[in-house]
């Protein structure tokens, strides 16, 4: 290590003294502007990764669903994953070190991790169209190149794409090119030959009307459309040309608002979609013939992909053992009819897809699926190649997919602290402040077929508030009387919380 080198270029990084983050959900996120020091020391962090594990590391600069205004920045794992749990503790100490602390804390991490410093590093970097984006990639960019790595900058991508880059880059290729173009090839060729066997095929079929929360997903999609040829035709909407990311648009919105985003008109059963910031949340919705707003979230979506794959395996004669994986978001009659009406054993962990996909894996096939439309099914390749020979059934098992209730509300809560509240059992109760689980459990009880928990935000300075029972108002009004109760119990500031409706 060239800690010359290093202190020098720190200093054009400088940390401001006493802010403290904490790599949370996804990463870091704050104001873009607290973050160049933070970048800088992620590049250095990812090449120290990089030479441990003898592999490509990937460094995805995105706050997600926050506002245009913040940033943030996330490590990607050699096989795409997450970053390991105790290298993001390592990612908090080294963010947080004072300057003149940087270099031993540098020290310590490569000490701990037996890092073999004479080892080759490479780091693959992307990022998302906010307008600080750019600068703050090119800190990362100094920080790798300071402790002697190599790397690629892929410029402008989603969350997905620099996944997908890191994934094909360490298992040679196997996977897919660790191309822009790889990555459209590998998609557009599965999705192709997945709906080419469907029984629908009209063209109201092969329409979908796409919001990008003015994001990069656009960008990226605009690019891929020409790999569908006749397979897709999208329609894209929020495409970043005027309105602001994720204001008023995006997956984020839909799914918390229960209606479109502005900026799309919406016929009687026409297929809809939203992304979130970073592309890596979908939600689908669509207006019925009355003009009722339905919208797939990830609770669905993970029903009907589950389902689908359940019946599958029955017809194919498979016993494989399937598995579901949730959040303590997931609206109480996906988890009842996952459960009772299709035998599909369901897991509940922490908010965040690195808790979610760690306990997926433990199946044959682990279907994860946040409610806000992050998730994905993994499964092994033989068991994809059976999949694929029957996928000709897969419009008609959607018909028969579940009708459930969507009595949700997300209400947001400013306290002076958020890490007053800690959660535990998959943060489905609050074990401080004390007195607010049994606030809670008061207030639930007054309402039928209802759940509501708080808990802190990862990615944002606020409490979350979750309620559900069986008619909107009563999710409504419970919701409420809980963030009245969070604000009175946990040192809420400003105004009193109102009602969401
Ligand atoms: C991040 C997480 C997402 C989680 C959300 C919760 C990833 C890739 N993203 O966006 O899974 O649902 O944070 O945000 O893990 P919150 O902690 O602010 O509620
Ligand atoms: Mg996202």
């Given at each position: 290590?060239?800690?010359?080198a290093?202190t020098?270029y720190?200093a054009?990084h400088a940390?401001?003294?006493g802010?403290?983050?904490?790599?949370g959900?996804a990463g870091?996120?704050?104001k873009?502007?607290h973050l160049?020091?933070v970048m800088?020391r992620?590049?250095?962090?990812a090449v120290?990764?990089s030479?441990?594990t003898k592999?490509t590391i990937?460094?995805?600069?995105?706050?997600s669903?926050?506002?245009?205004e913040?940033n943030?920045?996330?490590?990607?794992?050699?096989?795409g994953?997450?970053?390991?749990?105790?290298?993001e503790?390592?990612?908090?100490c080294?963010?947080n070190a004072?300057?003149?602390?940087?270099?031993r804390?540098l020290?310590?991490?490569s000490?701990?991790?037996?890092?073999?410093?004479?080892?080759d590093?490479?780091?693959?970097?992307g990022?998302?169209?906010?307008p600080?984006?750019?600068k703050?990639?090119?800190?990362?960019?100094?920080?790798?190149?300071?402790l002697?790595?190599q790397?690629?900058d892929?410029g402008?991508?989603?969350?997905?794409?620099?996944?997908?880059?890191?994934?094909c880059?360490?298992?040679?290729?196997r996977?897919?090119k660790?191309?822009i173009e790889?990555y459209y090839?590998?998609?557009s060729?599965?999705?192709?030959?997945?709906t080419?066997?469907a029984s629908c095929?009209?063209?109201?079929y092969r329409s979908?009307?796409?919001?990008c929360?003015?994001?990069i997903?656009?960008?990226?999609?605009?690019?891929?459309?020409h790999y569908?040829?006749q397979?897709l035709s999208v329609?894209l909407f929020?495409d970043?040309?005027?309105g602001?990311l994720?204001?008023?648009?995006?997956?984020?919105?839909v799914k918390s608002h229960?209606?479109p985003?502005q900026?799309m008109e919406?016929k009687?059963?026409?297929r809809?979609c939203?992304?979130d910031?970073?592309?890596?949340r979908?939600?689908?919705?669509y207006h019925?013939?009355?003009?009722h707003?339905h919208?797939?979230?990830g609770?669905?979506?993970?029903t009907?992909i589950s389902?689908?794959?359940?019946?599958l395996?029955?017809?194919i004669?498979e016993?494989?053992?399937?598995?579901?994986v949730?959040?303590?978001y997931?609206?109480?009659?996906?988890t009842r009819?996952l459960?009772?009406?299709?035998?599909?054993?369901v897991?509940?962990?922490?908010?965040?897809?690195?808790?979610l996909?760690?306990?997926?894996?433990?199946?044959?096939?682990?279907v994860y699926?946040?409610?806000?439309?992050h998730?994905t099914?993994l499964?092994?390749?033989a068991v994809?190649?059976?999949?694929k020979?029957?996928a000709e059934?897969?419009?008609?098992?959607k018909?028969k997919?579940?009708k459930?209730?969507?009595?949700i509300?997300?209400?947001?809560?400013q306290?002076a602290?958020?890490?007053?509240?800690?959660?535990?059992n998959?943060?489905?109760?609050?074990?401080?402040?004390?007195g607010?689980?049994?606030?809670?459990?008061?207030?639930v009880k007054k309402?039928k077929l209802?759940r509501?928990?708080?808990?802190p935000s990862?990615?944002?300075d606020?409490?979350r508030?979750?309620?559900?029972?069986d008619?909107?108002?009563s999710?409504?009004?419970?919701?409420?009387?809980v963030s009245?109760?969070?604000?009175q119990l946990?040192g809420?500031?400003?105004?009193r919380p109102?009602p969401?409706?």
């Open positions: 290590m060239d800690l010359g290093i020098k720190s054009l940390k401001p003294s802010l403290i983050l904490q790599y959900t870091f996120r704050t873009a502007e160049d020091h800088f992620m590049g250095l962090l120290l990764r030479k441990q592999s990937g460094v995805m600069v995105t706050a669903h926050n506002p245009e913040d943030g920045v996330k490590l990607v794992d050699p096989l994953e997450m970053l390991a749990p105790s290298w503790e390592h990612a908090t080294l963010a004072e300057e003149q602390d940087m270099q804390v020290i310590d991490i000490e701990k991790e037996a890092v073999n410093l004479q080892q590093a490479f780091v693959v970097i990022r998302d169209t906010r600080s984006s750019e703050l990639s090119q800190s990362v960019i100094d920080g790798v190149t300071v002697g790595g790397f690629h892929y402008l991508l989603t969350t997905p794409q620099l996944h997908y880059m890191v994934y880059r360490n298992t040679g290729g996977y897919g660790a191309t790889g090839q590998k998609l060729k599965a999705f192709v030959e997945l080419k066997q095929c009209g063209d109201e979908l009307k796409v919001d929360a003015n994001g997903g656009a960008l990226k999609l605009r690019e891929m459309e569908f040829s397979g329609q929020n970043g040309s005027k602001k994720n204001h008023l648009c995006g997956a984020d919105f229960q209606k985003p900026g919406i009687s059963n026409e809809c939203s992304f910031g970073d592309a890596d979908i939600v689908y919705y019925d013939a009355d003009g707003f919208l797939i979230d609770d669905k979506i993970a009907l389902s689908f794959l359940k019946e395996l029955v017809e004669g016993s494989l053992n399937i598995g579901v949730q959040t303590a997931a609206n109480g009659s996906s009819y459960e009772e009406v299709m035998k599909v054993p897991y509940c962990t922490k908010t965040g897809v690195k808790h996909h760690h306990k997926a894996q433990e199946f044959d096939i682990g699926f946040e409610a806000n439309g998730g099914a499964f092994s390749t994809e190649m059976k999949i020979q029957s059934q897969l419009e008609d098992k018909r997919a579940a459930m209730l969507e009595n509300i997300d209400l947001f809560n306290v602290d958020r890490r007053v509240i800690s959660t535990t998959a943060e489905r109760q609050a074990v401080t402040p004390p607010l689980q049994e606030a809670i459990n008061d207030l309402y209802s509501a928990f708080v808990r990862g990615t944002e606020v409490v508030v979750y309620a559900e029972a008619s909107q108002e999710a409504d009004h419970l919701a409420h009387e009245l109760a969070v604000f946990a809420g500031i400003g105004e109102q969401g409706f």
